[in-house]
């Protein structure tokens, strides 16, 4: 049976030859089918060329120096701030806070918070809300948080077809809430998530709103202006950067009133052995030498994704999970946790086939050349609500082709047969 692939899809031809690894042949001369995007992404020549550079010609500490190197060297890291700050339409670039990666970014709203004066102090009194749908790195640091303030923790349940339950919402967001965190994609079921909902819901009882968008900004336009919330974290490694840098945008008043997380050098304004003042946002958050190279990586990241367009590496990944959709949906026995079809869901999906374990399925994949993801993928408590113990994800980016979502079926076939 042949199938007509989708339509409207990125010159893949031309967009892989800027990446290195996909040309890579695995067992026996297989080609490299990368489908493990929602993990980490490829990078670019033109990322790679950016670092190399960097270390080659320019690479001294940022801020401190008056001689040359120092001078080159900050001029790129507070570029790749520019950078980040038009990408996101950042009302201003002392808004970008530079971490080593989202979980980075969501500690530091914790940690604020627990430390910060009224009116945006967690204490005994306070409300937490966040959904069950999210990654362990927006669970983890508000149940820490919770423990160590007496707060209470909540959170939003889950519909069977792998949405947000916003029944509740009246019930969960009170004007007891401090903060509600919740992420725009999953990355384990796909959704999307009405977070305009949700932010109406907080701003109305005065709460604060993060939004987690790791699997949001490397595929879709991110406008934080847009999107209302107070703090938005994302990672560069899922969006062609390299590892070690990562991204907290907040609105600028609640940066000056809120404390520093970590204490160290550049972060300061004057230390005495008494006491310290502290600098202004950006730099009160970024205590220490910072990721440079990494984020003059990111930079070169930002200025590939912007040269090919967001909304055209959206629609390419809108038709390519489509598709992905349409061929999964013929494999026997196979079934998708999350929204069944290409409406309001990014390009991570996660299936179960038969009884097959998903680290049977991903051996067996991998011997074809196949690279997706297998286990809870940081997300146990929705595995949990849905009763397995596990998933196979395969997940998509602007170099992914329908020729690879072929290989894909035509592999799970293979597993099928494989285990009678």
């Not at 670092?51 to 190197?69: D, S, T």
């Not at 999307?192 to 987690?212: E, F, M, Y």
Request: glycine share 8%; charged share 20%; with cysteine.
């Amino acid at each position: 049976m042949t199938h007509s692939h989708p339509t409207g899809l990125l010159d893949t031809d031309a967009i892989r030859k800027d990446f290195p690894i996909l040309s890579r042949q695995l067992h026996d001369g297989k080609p490299l089918v990368y489908l493990d995007n929602a993990a980490t992404s490829q990078k670019p020549q033109q990322v790679l060329d950016a670092l190399n550079a960097y270390y080659e010609r320019h690479n001294a500490n940022v801020h401190r120096g008056v001689h040359v190197l120092a001078e080159e060297a900050t001029a790129l890291y507070e570029g790749a701030r520019d950078k980040v700050a038009a990408f996101i339409n950042a009302p201003s670039r002392n808004e970008v806070i530079f971490t080593k990666n989202a979980s980075e970014s969501l500690n530091l709203v914790a940690n604020m918070l627990g430390w910060a004066e009224e009116p945006y102090r967690v204490d005994a009194d306070s409300e937490i809300v966040i959904t069950e749908m999210e990654h362990h790195s927006n669970i983890v640091p508000w149940q820490l948080l919770a423990q160590r303030t007496g707060a209470k923790l909540k959170w939003f349940g889950l519909t069977d077809d792998g949405r947000l339950d916003l029944s509740n919402i009246d019930e969960l967001i009170t004007e007891k809430t401090k903060i509600v965190s919740v992420t725009l994609v999953s990355n384990l079921l796909g959704t999307v998530n009405p977070v305009d909902t949700i932010v109406r819901k907080a701003q109305s009882v005065g709460a604060l709103v993060a939004v987690d968008a790791s699997q949001a900004a490397p595929h879709a336009v991110l406008d934080v202006q847009a999107l209302e919330a107070d703090f938005v974290a994302f990672t560069g490694h899922k969006m062609l950067a390299p590892t070690g840098i990562g991204v907290l945008w907040g609105r600028q008043e609640l940066l000056e009133d809120l404390p520093p997380f970590l204490g160290g050098g550049e972060m300061i304004e004057t230390v005495t052995m008494g006491s310290s003042t502290y600098a202004p946002a950006p730099h009160k958050f970024e205590a220490g030498t910072p990721p440079i190279a990494q984020a003059v990586g990111l930079g070169a990241a930002v200025d590939y994704l912007t040269a090919i367009g967001m909304e055209r590496v959206a629609a390419h990944e809108h038709a390519i999970t489509a598709y992905a959709i349409e061929r999964l949906n013929e494999v026997p026995d196979l079934r998708i946790i999350g929204p069944r079809t290409a409406v309001d869901r990014g390009a991570a999906i996660s299936f179960t086939l038969g009884d097959i374990h998903p680290h049977d399925v991903g051996q067996v994949l991998d011997e074809q050349g196949i690279a997706v993801r297998v286990g809870h993928h940081c997300a146990r408590p929705v595995c949990l609500r849905y009763g397995i113990p596990a998933t196979t994800r395969a997940s998509f980016y602007l170099y992914s082709t329908p020729g690879e979502v072929d290989a894909l079926i035509d592999g799970l076939h293979h597993v099928r047969n494989f285990f009678g």
